[in-house]
């Protein structure tokens, strides 16, 4: 069985930003995407456990950017289980040019029941999960976020479209963090890159529904969240530096 899976991307245009290097929902795509390569070689991606009503879902990650890659320049990705528990999964991610490290990320994952949305016990589903976890060098795993004291800097509210909808008939993971950075002012973002950030996905959120995004800042610390009728669906915090 294939412990650790290794994959090569390229950077496409509509997966820069401004500043004509990837952006960050864009490498969080190919972390996503790769899980799911790796899933599929072990016998259990989301095509698998769809048959049985079962999905995937990501409960959080933790991203630390080391630099990020220009538009047409290739890199690879190293992923592969690094922790699991009755109802979770670590899977952590190594992203590599030939000038060394981009950035490293650790994900937490659940299996729910796609009829009533709960977790199950993934040992249940996936049994296979001994043979192929490397818990040696598993990297840091997200923090649980509390609301941030900081001083509400930027807020704006937006209704669920169905673009933003995914397999699992949920707003998409990484669009979460998408809307998160559309707090910021452009020209902020023009001087500024993410360094390290911290993702709670805490509640589903579905086509139609209308959600309040807040961030709070004091220097370049800031937390964003996603609240739907007053409760909160999404928590990140970040940090930022000069470019």
Known sequence: MIKIFTHEYRVRHNEADASGRMSVPALGDCMLDIAGLHADQ???????????????????????????????????????????????????????????????????????????????????????????????GALPKFKHLRQSKMDISAQYQRCILYSDIDINRHLYSMRYLQMALDTFDFNYLSEFAIKEIDVNFISEVLFGETVDVVRRSDGDMHQVEMLRDGSVVFRAEMSLNFF
Not at 101 to 116: C, G, R, T
């Open 42 to 136: 072990i016998d259990w991606g989301i095509d698998n456990l769809q048959h049985s009503g079962l999905t995937w879902v990501i409960a959080g990650m933790k991203f630390k950017i080391c630099r990020m890659p220009k538009i047409d320049s290739r890199f690879k990705i190293e992923t592969h289980v690094a922790g699991y528990s009755r109802i979770s999964t670590q899977r952590d991610f190594v992203a590599f040019d030939d000038e060394g490290k981009i950035a490293e990320a650790s994900s937490e994952w659940l299996i729910i029941n796609m009829e009533n949305r709960r977790p199950v016990f993934i040992n249940d589903f996936v049994p296979q999960l001994e043979e192929v976890c490397i818990t040696e």
